[in-house]
């Protein structure tokens, strides 16, 4: 079984400045890890994913996220927010490459709300 | 490309009635998935489908009951709903190869009173 905990349940930031959401998971087995966001009364939208090779992966609107196999952490890094980027973002894990199960289950982590500020 | 829709949106409920929640995917994915949100719990299972005819339980589907008689449509019925179960209920679906990566429907806001 694997878990997920996001660190920060809000993070409150200026417009510009950077931010880093933080995530830490739990398994016994290789895994896949996910970040999502979510902007108000909307569904959740995959930012970017980490499936193998290189450790540091980007997204979409110009958010990247390091994976860190020794921590168990997959970060989530913008060097300059919007306010068009305030919105809920979750982390989730599902198993890797050795799976051998159906479909796949992903187990998200509570969310952290980030709020950019004028 | 419609994609993947809800309805409805929005529900209020009494505590007791039977409610069915409608999901509809346009892509022919083979997976389906069910989800509740509640504040502090992010997202939880409730059920999952590999394929019509073909569904399972998730973490969480204790007073809900599934069906998939049509690849593209997956309703969740609430048997006999509870305020407990009063939550935003997210649908989802993905390609069989890469079951991993789920899209999501916007939501339905059901309040049971």
């Known amino acids: 079984a694997q878990s997920v905990t996001q660190l920060d349940s809000q993070v409150p930031v200026f417009e510009e400045a950077p931010v880093e959401l933080r995530c830490n998971y739990s398994s016994s087995v290789s895994v896949y890890l996910f970040w999502y966001v979510q902007y108000p009364n909307q569904g959740l939208q995959l930012l970017l994913k980490y499936l193998s090779g290189s450790t540091l992966v980007k997204g979409i609107n110009g958010f990247e996220a390091e994976f860190n196999k020794s921590q168990t952490s997959f970060h989530l890094r913008k060097p300059s927010v919007h306010i068009s980027d305030t919105a809920e973002y979750f982390c989730?894990?599902?198993?890797?490459?050795?799976?051998?199960?159906?479909?796949?289950?992903?187990?998200f982590g509570s969310g952290t709300q980030l709020t950019v500020l004028p | 490309d419609a994609g993947i829709t809800q309805s409805p949106r929005y529900k209020i409920t009494e505590t007791g009635r039977q409610v069915t929640l409608m999901c509809h995917q346009t892509?022919?994915?083979?997976?389906m998935f069910w989800y509740r949100q509640d504040l502090g719990h992010g997202l939880r299972l409730i059920y999952y489908?590999?394929?019509?005819?073909?569904?399972d339980k998730g973490e969480v589907p204790d007073g809900y009951v599934v069906s998939r008689s049509k690849t593209e449509n997956f309703p969740l019925t609430l048997e006999s709903a509870t305020r407990s179960q009063t939550s935003v209920y997210f649908c989802a679906s993905s390609r069989r190869d890469t079951g991993y990566e789920q899209y999501f429907g916007p939501g339905t806001r059901l309040t049971v009173t």
């Open positions: 489908s590999a394929a019509a005819d073909i569904t």
């Open positions: 892509w022919s994915h083979s997976y």
């Open positions: 989730a894990v599902t198993p890797g490459p050795s799976f051998g199960g159906s479909a796949r289950q992903l187990t």
